[in-house]
């Protein structure tokens, strides 16, 4: 709706006067071929929609079969390649593996583990020597049993001496 007290122009059409197109007219691709688009292509309406557990758990049943496959025929040929190598000369035992790196002990303190919860444990019981995270898991610890205590300090593989 025009604002108040504004009137229309009404364009005079004396049909002298063609259509010039305007900028986005001029660089729209609208018109044009497009020859990455299949002519002949129809949507299927029975294809349903999945949610993203199921694409992911598709995906990953997907990479285990492939996985899978391949192992068997690098086992196939593996057992092809072993006699072959019997004949040839024996590899170097010495290989550098990730679990052969021989390397120096930490430098940073050993970390302490909460006997109860597992989390991290900066606090230690004098009585029982049981390691705690917090205030709730310390109430806890005071109403153990000498043979539960004993039990926990035997599980982190500690003489267990309970006063």
Known sequence: MPP???T???AVNDGSTTHTPTLAEQLSYLHSPR???NPNYTKNANRRTKNLKTVLGQERERERVERERRRQERDSQAMDIYEVKKELVEVDEEISTYLSIEAPPSVLPQRHYCDITGLEAPYTDPRTGLRYHDKSVYELIKNLSPS????YLAARGVNPVVR
């Open 8 to 10: 229309r122009k009404k």
């Open 4 to 6: 108040k007290g504004a």
């Open 148 to 151: 539960a205590a004993k039990d």
């Open 35 to 37: 020859p990455f688009k």
